[in-house]
């Protein structure tokens, strides 16, 4: 059975720091790109970060130089740490994992305060 657990959200003041985490496991074959992506009330969602199998990474600009995305490829395991947080944050963030189809967690809320 294919599983995306993530975890780390909660409720943070607005300049603090939350990491996120993402275990997935019962995908059959390579995943290839692992990816977090949120979606804030009444809004689409989006793409936050992503993490390729060979560590190459690219970040939607809001979070560049803030967000920092990493993967631990053995245990396929994918990290977000976010510094830095601002309001507009807020939002459920869904792991996604890339192999022959996408897989998704079922999102971790963050509350982030003003």
């Known amino acids: 059975q294919v599983q995306l657990v993530e975890s780390g959200g909660g409720l943070v003041q607005a300049g603090g720091s939350l990491r996120l985490s993402c275990a997935a496991s019962?995908?059959?074959?390579?995943?290839?790109?692992m990816g977090w992506y949120r979606q804030a009330p009444g809004k689409q969602r989006e793409l936050v970060a992503r993490?390729?199998?060979?560590?190459?990474?690219n970040y939607a600009d809001s979070v560049k130089g803030r967000f920092t995305i990493s993967r631990d490829n053995a245990r396929n395991i994918m990290y977000l740490q976010m510094n830095s947080l601002k309001p507009e944050d807020t939002a459920v963030y869904y792991c996604?994992?890339?192999?022959?189809?996408?897989?998704w967690g079922k999102g971790t809320l963050v509350t982030v305060s003003s």
């Open positions: 019962g995908i059959t074959g390579s995943i290839t790109t």
């Open positions: 996604n994992a890339r192999s022959w189809m996408d897989f």
């Open positions: 993490i390729f199998s060979g560590g190459s990474t």
